[in-house]
């Protein structure tokens, strides 16, 4: 399994990005797609994710300000991420996991750096 993820950067508190993460090497039916975020000095958390069904699960910090989605035909989950924060700072790495297995995959890590 390969995860691409791209569309992190600079962005003024209050703005918005997208990020997006193209997996490849399997058929991704039977996995649920997300996004973690490490900031630095923290532990490793959850965002979003999202099933094949696309039902959707967010942490609270960003209930409201982001979006996830997933386009099951190019295996491919979005982030859409609005009104910015100083405090979404982070890293952001997607995630897939076989629900079959719970074999677990992560992408490298794209980086959001919110200012104030």
């Known amino acids: 399994v390969q995860l691409q993820a791209c569309g992190g950067g600079l962005v003024q508190a209050g703005g918005f990005l997208r990020l997006s993460c193209a997996a490849s090497?399997?058929?991704?039916?039977?996995?649920?797609m997300g996004w973690y975020r490490q900031a630095p000095g923290k532990q490793r958390g959850l965002v979003a994710t999202?099933?094949?069904?696309?039902?959707?699960n967010y942490a609270d910090s960003v209930k409201g300000r982001f979006t996830i989605s997933r386009d099951s035909a190019e295996n491919t989950v979005y982030l859409h991420m609005n009104d910015l924060k100083p405090e979404d700072t982070a890293v952001y790495y997607c995630?897939?996991?076989?629900?079959?297995?719970?074999?677990?995959?992560w992408g490298k890590g794209t980086l959001v750096t919110v200012s104030s």
């Open positions: 999202i099933t094949s069904h696309g039902n959707p």
């Open positions: 090497g399997r058929t991704f039916s039977s996995y649920v």
């Open positions: 995630n897939v996991v076989n629900l079959n297995t719970n074999l677990s995959y």
